[in-house]
């Protein structure tokens, strides 16, 4: 039940996993075929029943803290990318198409939500599931279940986690930002010059091809960038739940 609790939080905030995107049974299926092969892997895990209630209260509050942890480092790789969708969006003139997301519970733009998407089906085709099971049945290793002390992860930690997925958005969105804000102040000139030319009329369409025509020469980039962030993800997933 301990493997069980830390491995079910975890994929609960896994991207495109989370609550709305995935059916309960299946999130509970998977865990539990998870939780067999690590339990299986680590030579079948035995646990001493706790003397009290509190002390099982106890372990599962470090299961739930441990997984919450693991999961969010996972989460903070699609949620770059989506926060750089985001600031795409608002730069091209999308900033009205809206979605709402159940596992969030917020309204992402259109373009951070394909974004996303995007991203996710690329940490599936390199690997990152792989990567994630590696790195968790690792984590078992190290740590225990069964335990009643919990790794209080540093603020250093979490600010150099939080700086990463802000650097990988502005990295992904500077073209495009760059590219719609000289078009901006390029049909600021012409209004200036050309009072009578209504240029908000085909302003959004250069916008759009503008913007469209950067996200295409920049597709590379976000296949590399996702790349170097499934080599340090292990590192930073421990160093959100106890290092190693």
Do not use: K, W
């Not at 250093?156 to 901006?184: D, G, M, Q, S, W």
């Amino acid at each position: 039940m301990l493997v069980f609790v830390r491995l079910a939080v975890c994929l609960s905030m896994m991207p495109e996993l989370g609550t709305g995107t995935m059916p309960a049974r299946s999130r509970v299926a998977l865990a539990l075929a998870l939780t067999v092969a690590i339990d299986a892997g680590l030579g079948l895990v035995l646990v001493p029943i706790p003397p009290g209630f509190g002390t099982l209260l106890i372990q599962l509050a470090r299961e739930v803290l441990l997984g919450a942890a693991l999961g969010f480092a996972v989460r903070l790789v699609t949620a770059a990318i989506q926060m750089a969708g985001d600031l795409i969006g608002l730069s091209m003139g999308l900033s009205l198409a809206t979605l709402f997301d159940q596992s969030a519970g917020e309204m992402p733009l259109a373009m951070g939500r394909l974004f996303a998407l995007v991203a996710t089906m690329i940490f599936i085709a390199l690997g990152g599931h792989l990567v994630v099971v590696g790195a968790l049945y690792e984590h078992y290793a190290l740590y225990p279940v069964g335990l009643a002390e919990v790794p209080v992860p540093s603020l250093t930690a979490l600010a150099e986690a939080l700086r990463h997925a802000l650097e990988i958005a502005v990295l992904l969105a500077a073209p495009v930002v760059v590219v719609t804000l000289v078009l901006n102040v390029a049909m600021g000139f012409v209004m200036r010059v050309v009072p009578s030319l209504n240029v908000f009329n085909i302003g959004i369409g250069i916008l759009l091809a503008g913007g469209f025509l950067a996200l295409a020469l920049e597709g590379d980039a976000l296949v590399i960038l996702l790349g170097h962030d499934l080599d340090g993800l292990p590192d930073r997933m421990f160093s959100l739940a106890g290092g190693r």
